[in-house]
């Protein structure tokens, strides 16, 4: 992931899910937590369930970098986060959101409008029934990322342009 973020000038974070259907709701998390601790050159969107709302304010921010987060559904144990580069989606037919529109489309619409980079960091939820609030385990990768992703996102360096 951090080989991903090389050469980043401006990044958005958008972070996925539904608050009334548990772990769908980390990707929101995420971001929720990243608030006020990002530099200036990170756009942070909490989306909830409709992230193609933002689609304009997307497009005027013109990042290099965009980051989807959001649950999903890949088999693996509970809190488990998955790094996707966007080219891997456009490989496969299938979706790992635990939404009904598939974030595939989301992706292609930006990456023809914009031409810039896009990767998703899926977390496989434990719950994703309806329900207020994050399980522990998914509460605890929720943290992890954050930790992981404000480590990464204070060494990215602002283009002098910008």
Known sequence: MIEWFKGAE???????GNELRRDDFVGVRVVKDLREK???HVMLIESETVPESYIDEIVEFNPSHILLIDAGMMGCEPGA???I???TIL????????HSLPLRVFCDYLNMTLRTKIALLIVQPENAGFGEGLNKRIEEAASELKT????ILQR??????L
């Not at 496969?92 to 635990?98: D, E, L, R």
């Open 10 to 16: 401006r990044i958005v974070i958008v972070g996925i």
């Open 91 to 98: 490989k496969t037919n299938s979706a790992v959101s635990t």
């Open 81 to 83: 986060a998955k790094f």
């Open 38 to 40: 990002v530099p200036e």
């Open 85 to 87: 580069h966007y080219d």
């Open 148 to 151: 992981a992703l404000l480590r």
């Open 156 to 161: 990215t360096k602002v283009n002098k342009k």
